[in-house]
């Protein structure tokens, strides 16, 4: 599964990465949502978001396998 984390430290990056492991293709940003390139994750499966990142509905209709 292609998932994307948002708003992300790389101490949290590690824990991710070593808990998920490898049954999990894994993009990391310490951005929020909002303040990324939408292109770069709109074939994610699985958005991880934090308090400043807002999933609108404009961004659920532009991910097809959300």
């Known amino acids: 599964m292609r ?3 948002f708003e ?3 101490w949290e ?3 991710i ?3 998920l ?3 999990h293709e894994l993009q990391f940003y310490l951005a ?3 303040d990324t390139n939408p292109e770069e994750w709109r074939e994610a499966e699985i958005l991880c978001v ?3 990142s807002n999933v609108t509905a ?3 209709k532009n991910m097809p396998n959300l």
Do not use: P, R
Request: no cysteine; net charge negative; charged share 30%.
């Open 17 to 19: 990465e070593k808990e």
């Open 13 to 15: 990056k590690k824990y």
């Open 32 to 34: 929020n949502l909002q």
């Open 3 to 5: 998932t994307v984390f």
């Open 8 to 10: 992300v430290h790389d």
């Open 50 to 52: 934090f308090i400043h």
């Open 21 to 23: 492991g490898s049954n």
């Open 58 to 60: 404009e961004v659920i």
